[in-house]
């Protein structure tokens, strides 16, 4: 691979999803064993189903110590908790539910009722459990890419790309003409692990340019993901590498 040992390309979509649920298992029992707990945020999105689905699987469910696993989320759509559409109940159904992780551990992001209100609720449950840090920690933050180069819910041109200061933000997507919450690019970039997860061949245009094309974070958004101190790995497969 000529981008440089962050990218790793695999087969397909399921060897994707077999590699990156063996970092969250390993990532998981290094985070468990140095600091005693392991925080992650989720990916919303269809990519990260089947990674979800197999970390529930007794293949990998076993190895990880749940009770000390802190689940969060990148972003959420304007919809409650139980519409098809919602980041939550894809991940409850294909992980959550299906694991040892307890109840208070898994902290949702609210996706109905006011925008700001949540970004602001969330923030605030963030601060609560990071501390006064002045930004969150993630030991692993999920992320997909969109075929317009979004990531999280930072889409190109809105409001929240140019946020410097929260941690979460309300952001108000034109193109789908609804509301989004999202973590902001500050708060990704300081986790201690990133995780891009990137499939199909509707993808490879827009992959090249996020990791090849001039810095343009407006256009593509997923360009502002770059961790301070932080490990930044993009899995994808043979169809969405194509052309790099
Ligand atoms: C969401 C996301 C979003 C997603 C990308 C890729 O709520 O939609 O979290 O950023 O990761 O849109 O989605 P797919 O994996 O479905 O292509």
Request: glycine content about 6%.
């Amino acid at each position: 691979m000529s981008d440089g040992p962050h990218v790793r390309v695999f087969a397909d979509a399921a060897e994707v999803a077999r590699a990156a649920a063996g970092r969250f298992a390993e990532l998981a029992a290094r985070s468990v064993a140095e600091r005693g707990a392991f925080s992650v945020a989720l990916a919303g999105g269809n990519t990260p189903r089947s990674v979800y689905e197999l970390l529930a699987g007794s293949e990998f469910s076993e190895k990880i110590d749940w009770p000390s696993v802190h689940v969060f989320f990148g972003d959420e759509r304007a919809v409650p908790p139980d519409d098809a559409e919602s980041n939550y109940r894809m991940a409850s159904e294909a992980l959550l539910s299906r694991v040892r992780v307890p109840p208070a551990n898994v902290h949702r992001m609210k996706g109905e009722g006011d925008a700001a209100a949540n970004a602001r609720l969330y923030e605030d449950e963030l601060r609560a459990f990071f501390g006064d840090a002045a930004w969150p920690r993630f030991d692993l933050v999920m992320l997909g890419m969109g075929d317009d180069g979004h990531t999280a819910s930072l889409f190109p041109s809105t409001a929240a790309l140019e946020e410097r200061r929260a941690w979460v933000a309300a952001n108000w997507v034109e193109k789908l003409g609804a509301w989004r919450v999202t973590l902001t690019a500050p708060a990704v970039n300081a986790a201690r692990n990133v995780l891009f997860l990137v499939t199909g061949a509707g993808k490879a245009a827009r992959l090249r340019e996020v990791l090849r094309a001039r810095r343009d974070p407006a256009r593509l958004p997923s360009q502002l993901i770059s961790p301070a101190d932080g490990a930044l790995e993009w899995f994808a497969d043979r169809a969405a590498a194509a052309d790099l």
